[in-house]
């Protein structure tokens, strides 16, 4: 596996990529992308199974991660979907299947709509977002703070620095996670480091409270009309904070009806802690043909 720093908007970008000893050209590669607060390193149980028969790249999402953490940015749904699509056509440049996780869910389902024949699949694991129909807040630490705090008082900055330093505490981040796993074995210090780690980088705070004042987006419904490529859902079913199973009846309603769905007994983040039959069914879904004979260059690229 290989480290890699790209640039978007004149600020490094991590990523790391890892390939099979004899890569297929013409068999799309794999982009993953982590929800609110993680990294690359979510992907520690899957980038090397999935390697084995694709390109697989995964990065982190600027403000988050290894990349960087600017001020003045305005961290959201475009600038993420933006990211991708720039990093799909300057850094893999040939038809990609994109993966994403709660928030990081979102942004590859907005980049999937936006590249069109580019990309060859869309992956969406307790995909966060909303939908034309509800008013709701975005999902996961935005969501506790809410329910535990109030939404008028988390206007107070000071109040947001009490929360950040908390949230940051390596306990409170096993405690989190022990909600959102149902299986808590893959809980370990590598994983609380790992979402520590660059909560201490200048201008993490800042990043922080974007999540308070985040922009909706387009909808999700708007988006799956907007998808040309194939659509997998995969469920972490008992997943706490977006009430997967209500969630996953209004997917239902709005993604095309070629969508292939997978339910795991898993929460949050099934790709961490079922990573076996995530991968599997990934794996399995990537052969189907209207996947795996997603080929040619992205235009332009040669």
């Known amino acids: 596996m290989e480290s890699v720093t790209w640039s978007h908007l004149g600020h490094p970008v991590h990523a790391v990529v890892d390939r099979p000893d004899e890569p297929d050209p013409e068999s799309p590669a794999l982009l993953l992308v982590h929800g609110f607060g993680a990294s690359t390193d979510h992907w520690r149980h899957n980038i090397p199974v999935l390697a084995r028969s694709h390109d697989v790249h995964a990065l982190d999402l600027l403000g988050f991660g290894r990349s960087a953490k600017p001020a003045g940015l305005a961290y959201g749904g475009a600038l993420w979907r933006d990211q991708l699509v720039a990093y799909v056509r300057q850094c893999i440049g040939r038809p990609t299947v994109i993966a994403g996780n709660s928030l990081g869910g979102f942004a590859a389902l907005a980049a999937g709509a936006a590249l069109k024949r580019e990309c060859a699949g869309v992956v969406l694991l307790n995909a966060a977002g909303p939908f034309s129909d509800e008013q709701k807040p975005p999902q996961g630490w935005g969501a506790i703070a809410r329910q535990s705090i109030g939404s008028a008082l988390l206007s107070s900055p000071v109040l947001q620095r009490l929360l950040f330093e908390n949230l940051r505490r390596p306990a409170t981040i096993r405690r989190t996670l022990r909600q959102v796993y149902v299986d808590r074995t893959n809980v370990d ?106 080929t040619g260059m992205v235009a332009g690229q040669s």
């Open 189 to 294: 210090e590598a994983l609380v480091e790992s979402i520590r780690r660059p909560s201490l980088d200048p201008g993490a705070f800042g990043v922080f409270r974007t999540v308070f004042d985040i922009p909706r987006g387009q909808p999700l419904d708007e988006l799956f009309a907007e998808l040309t490529a194939p659509l997998l859902l995969l469920w972490g079913i008992r997943d706490p904070w977006i009430n997967a199973p209500g969630r996953r009846a209004t997917f239902q309603r709005h993604a095309p009806p070629s969508t292939t769905e997978v339910v795991l007994e898993a929460g949050h983040c099934p790709h961490d802690e079922v990573p076996d039959q995530v991968n599997g069914a990934l794996l399995d879904w990537l052969r189907r043909p209207e996947v795996s004979q997603s």
